[in-house]
DNA sequence: GATGAATGAGACTTCATTCAT
DNA sequence: GATGAATGAAGTCTCATTCAT
């Protein structure tokens, strides 16, 4: 009694799988030293069926780019906040939700970050992604602060920065949260005597 | 007294301008997008040549790593600071000097980043200069406020680490330093109501 | 029934050709003066696919002695012998067959003797060959004789390895039989004095 | 006190050096195997001296084969043969000085064998080695013996091949004599049937 | 849609050889 | 005579990509 998945699904769903597939890949190895054979190995299909539904192996890697985007997340995180808690409760609530969408997409984050030193499309991705969680975020903490918003901006984009460089040297490799909800609560304070 | 080591010493002026070269080529095009051609020309020598200083490729890469290193020139700022001038004041010149040489070690600091994620010995390699980083100016800064030690340790990292990842995303591709002083100057601020 | 195999059995025709290409390349000049190169070059195809099909060119090598043996044909030899006539005659039919195999396999055995001297590997497989050989020779005719056992395989042992060397030497650079015949008639004779 | 060596005296020392380097090598891998830091590694000098006494790699190679012949030490066995003895005796004898002449030219032996195949030139050295050897020992037994020397020819070609290859492919890998010295009291009692 | 055989450019590396010192 | 830095051709092998089936 399956739902009889079209000949079309079938075709998106292995696309799917091969964009996810190359995330991986390339997270783990870095995508120079990612072969196409690793991918579709990954994959679980043949090496000319990349060809059928990329142009290239570049072509994979703005497919990942265009399926995944943290900034989602990061609108998610924002949105589910409580207007009657204390800054300082929704600030660590947020960075908590933030460390956990850099963890469920740590594929991707670490790919990005490992190619866009050499690589300026990925580099720009990268930037955008950051100037945008500052706005958003900026966005949320203006109205409540008095700091001014020049340097408002500063602080956000230093303390977001600190964050996520903290997740890829370090909160991703531990084994539990002890260490990260410690850190996170820690830098919020710190964050919260500067726009204070 | 003598001078006459003038065969050994082109010679490791040549082994010297291979590193550099490979150095130079890693930072632009990253490691495995680097070829040995290209490493050898950036040198002006012969391809072969590579093999008669080194083991392989990747024998240049450590090559680098143990040429050079940043905690030398964050040494030499710290101990340039000014005992008698205020916290403030020695904090901005100390980010500037950091600056300033990350600046001057660009390639150095960007082919690490870039290969960090990949290659677990370069990034245990960031790591230290990370940690060492923080314990340098942890023991500076330490004695001169009132901060917890711990809390303090967090706050220098996160100021670090924010410099770092400004200076590679922004400032390393900024015509002036306008810009970079500015943000200093606001980070520093920060800082100080952080520790005050 | 079904013919279809055509893909696949063009894959192991292509295979094939690889490992006779490779066969008859390091039969002439040797495996290490063989190039990856000639040997496609020898099969008509292009350099890549040997290792489509193989994980190195030592890797050719062991193919090559998988899929070939001079046992076979030993056995053979010895199977088709006529139990009704003279030993003498059916020694001299038996070398005459040995003869006739070894040119055909020509390559095969000039490639194992000018490798085992230096390929450890081979030349277990080629004292293997010579010991299985003279097993096989001995049983056969061990019941006909009188001569103790012990030197039986000395004198047998003998007579064959000098067939080979005479083979090696002289035998396979003659343009007709002439000589071979007359050498084999000569040695079975000189045999059976000693076994008689 | 040491006798002041000339320079000449030296240049010939060291290039002597280089031959029986050069020998051990190539009869340990090869010659194609052998590369010429190898050889000057073997001979204690610097990779460029091979060039200041031999035009090339190959050249080290007939250099060798100009220096040393097995032919010598055959004649010596020869001529070292007691007339009043037996000629079991002394064919005993003569094999057992070949074995150690074998033994002691190893090197060149194994050599000129894992070549032979490979390289006309060598093989012709082969091949004109065995020739005289056969002659040689043809010459010393005729006179003593009623076979006819057609046959004589093929049976001390048949022996002496035979313990060449024995000595290849199993007394040069064994301890000690005890079973060589088995095989070849063996070989010469069953050569004498054949010429008695 | 899917397969995997086939291509060919190019990467890393080796090595015989030359030559300035 | 001796050194070893330097050259450059060539070898093994990898891999993105194509295409017949």
New binding site residues.
Partial sequence: MKTRTS?QQ??LE?KSKLIDAALRTFSRKGF??????DIAKEAG?????????F????DLLWAILDKYTLLHSIRQALAAMDKQASLEHNLTAYFQALFRNLREQQDLIVMCFGEAQRNPEIRARVEEIIRTGVELLHAFVAPLVRLDPQELLVAIRNVQTSMVFYFLMTARFADDDTQSTEYIRTSVKQFLKIVA
């Fill in positions: 000949r079938q075709a292995t120079s030293e990612s072969t196409t054979k299909v043949t090496d000319g069926l990349i060809y059928h539904y142009q290239s192996k570049e």
